[in-house]
């Protein structure tokens, strides 16, 4: 089980590509890519949005990143969550209840799963989500690296078969206040479009993702459809 979760993070990582160094800036200072890119540009009081990173994922990656150099006007906090869901939707809670002015949830894969089950009633964003944990998380049983750095420096972890069966106790909801994005060329899930179809009232596949996770291209020409009505709604408060 420890060789199969090795070769499974591998092929995660893969999937990924490099994660070393971030991108330059665009030289106009925006590459938004939507039409109303002038309001992303406004100076306005930062409001909070919690992104959620995916299996053996780090808050310090491109991803966290990028959303920071497209989308300063926001307040970033990406959480460090794990592979134990108990822990992971209980910490995300936690910050909600915490930071009453959280207006939305943003999470990737893993991520996504753990955003369909938090307790948050404002916008939630989730991108090629992991639905069925118990199915999809089962080839990473083993010892699986992490792909980025951790606040504890551990560098690798134990994904165990009572880690897989604590899912159970959880059951992702869909909201009317929830999206999901998912591209056509999903190299960890496979073939979601069915599933994502029929689970999410608001789905839409997206070429701007071009693979399982969420790159620099999305974030700079699609994001912006979900944090542009932020800031419009912000403006009429």
Not at 122 to 131: A, F, H, I, Q
Request: one cysteine or more; hydrophobic letters at 30%; aromatic letters at 10%.
């Amino acid at each position: 089980l420890a060789d199969e979760g090795d070769r499974s993070a591998a092929q995660y990582d893969h999937a990924r590509g490099g994660d070393d160094t971030l991108p330059s800036a665009p030289e106009d200072g925006t590459g938004f890519g939507y039409k109303s890119e002038a309001i992303l540009q406004r100076n306005v009081t930062a409001m909070k949005v919690v992104y959620i990173h995916g299996f053996a994922g780090s808050i310090h990656s491109n991803t966290v990143g990028e959303l920071n150099k497209y989308y300063p006007q926001f307040e970033w906090c990406p959480i460090e969550v794990n592979h134990n869901v108990e822990e992971s939707v209980g910490k995300i809670n936690r910050f909600i209840k915490e930071n009453p002015d959280v207006k939305c949830l943003i999470g990737s894969s893993l991520g996504g799963f753990y955003v369909l089950c938090a307790d948050f009633a404002g916008r939630k964003l989730v991108v090629n989500p992991v639905l069925n944990p118990m199915s999809s998380l089962k080839q990473f049983v083993g010892t699986n690296k992490y792909r980025g750095r951790r606040e504890n420096g551990d560098t690798e972890f134990k994904f165990t078969m009572q880690d897989l069966f604590r899912f159970k106790k959880f059951t992702p909801r869909d909201t009317p206040m929830t999206i999901c994005h998912y591209t056509p060329n999903d190299q960890v899930l496979g073939d979601m479009k069915r599933d994502y179809q029929k689970f999410f009232t608001h789905s839409e596949m997206t070429p701007d993702l071009q693979n399982h996770f969420m790159n620099e291209h999305y974030i700079k020409h699609k994001l912006c459809e979900v944090l542009l009505p932020l800031l419009e709604n912000e403006k009429t408060v």
